[in-house]
């Protein structure tokens, strides 16, 4: 590459069928760079955030497969080799991975921004739960352990550099690559400003406030527990948001006092925030954006002393822990909240040292670090012109 137009940018996911934190981390690197090209295994528009429809997205031949799209756990087996043969001929890769995007193959440089090692490859047992679901799911990674970890480390090798959102990240990966990764948070995802529209039933259902847990209905999300605390509190409302494979089974357990919903908009996802007294983050999270989201609204959270959280938390000005994610430490954190005066301010300006400005810089300043010298003044350049910030609320 030499002066000239600046180089190009691609970014890699590994699938975009859900609505969580990397996918929204994914639309931050879109807004990175504008007009960068999305290349991914599979793509379900009507199961991630609707944003991605106006986004140029290139796809596996797996996305044929309808099946595959709706329930991408189904293509465990198949996503190694389709993330070997997926090829990117833009100049440099940014790659958003949690087990698969990592593995693209790049013409250029290839930075590789990993929210955790593969969890279900390396922390099967937290990841996949108990139950018969869970047993099933140990049982399928065990059997293709030994070539997908031979396939995961040589894609690790394949990456000029890691990033990792958070320290507990850092040391994963160093632990399972070898890597030292600098440590660059991501950045929140919903900005308390824009558009609330009501979520149907639920000013009715709790007029005075409620408890909030955001998260996908996975095992390690722990949502479980937090249920079985609030059937303890019954005079104490809370509201749950998200879709997953125990969704069934926490409605059909729930006590009254706790309600489901899903596929919320953003402007509902505000509303829900808004409203809120706090949130609570008992799962196992490598960073875990919600308390954050929460945070721009100078809602508290009650977050399990793990993980990201311990990046995200500031315990007594933003927060409090509990040890354990057990039903009788989340009651007692509950309890212990409300008897504290929270200073709202005090937790969105905790919140506005993630803001998205500062990832989007050292982002693009570490995609330039790849490149030879006499394209990174181009390529500087081409970003330093380019918008800050843009979305439907700042055009």
């Excluded at 691609?10 to 934190?21: N, P, S």
């Excluded at 919600?290 to 009650?302: I, M, N, R, S, Y």
């Excluded at 977050?303 to 000005?317: I, K, M, N, Q, S």
């Excluded at 998205?356 to 350049?381: G, H, M, S, Y």
């Amino acid at each position: 590459m030499t002066s000239g137009p600046a180089p190009s940018v691609a970014i890699a996911h590994d699938y975009l069928t859900q609505r969580g934190g990397a996918e929204r981390v994914v639309l931050a690197m879109a807004r990175a760079f504008p007009g960068a090209r999305i290349y991914t295994t599979l793509y379900d528009p009507d199961g991630t955030y609707p944003e991605f429809a106006d986004l140029d997205i290139v796809v596996s031949p797996l996305n044929r497969v309808g099946p595959l799209r709706r329930h991408h756990r189904l293509a465990l087996p198949l996503l190694a080799p389709a993330s070997s043969r997926l090829e990117i001929p833009e100049d440099v890769v940014v790659a958003s991975s949690s087990g698969w995007a990592h593995g693209f193959r790049a013409r250029g440089p290839k930075l590789v921004y990993c929210h955790s090692p593969a969890r279900w490859l390396y922390l099967t047992r937290e990841y996949a739960g108990s139950g018969v679901r869970g047993r099933l799911t140990s049982a399928v990674a065990g059997t293709l352990r030994a070539p997908l970890v031979r396939w995961d480390r040589r894609a690790a090798a394949s990456a000029d550099r890691y990033l990792a959102n958070s320290t507990v990240v850092h040391a994963r990966i160093a632990d399972v690559y070898g890597l030292d990764a600098d440590v660059l948070p991501p950045p929140h995802g919903v900005s308390a400003d824009g558009a609330r529209d009501p979520v149907p039933g639920v000013a009715e259902w709790a007029p005075h406030g409620y408890h909030l847990v955001v998260s996908r209905l996975l095992p390690y999300k722990n949502v479980q527990q937090v249920s079985a605390a609030f059937a303890r509190m019954p005079e104490e409302p809370l509201l749950v948001i998200g879709a997953g494979p125990l969704r069934d089974q926490l409605v059909t357990a729930a006590t009254p006092n706790v309600r489901f919903v899903q596929d919320l908009t953003d402007a509902q996802l505000r509303w829900a925030y808004a409203g809120a007294t706090a949130l609570i983050a008992a799962s196992l999270e490598d960073f875990g954006l919600t308390p954050l989201e929460a945070g721009a609204f100078g809602k508290p959270v009650l977050a399990l002393r793990d993980g990201g959280y311990l990046d995200t938390v500031d315990e007594g000005r933003t927060g409090l822990f509990f040890e354990r994610s057990e039903p009788e430490q989340i009651v007692d954190a509950v309890r212990a909240a409300q008897d504290r005066a929270w200073d709202q301010q005090a937790i969105r300006d905790h919140v506005a040292t993630f803001a998205e400005p500062r990832f989007r810089a050292r982002l693009r300043e570490a995609v330039a670090e790849l490149l030879p010298i006499d394209a990174q003044a181009t390529f500087r350049k081409r970003w330093q012109d380019a918008p800050d910030y843009f979305s439907e609320e700042n055009p």
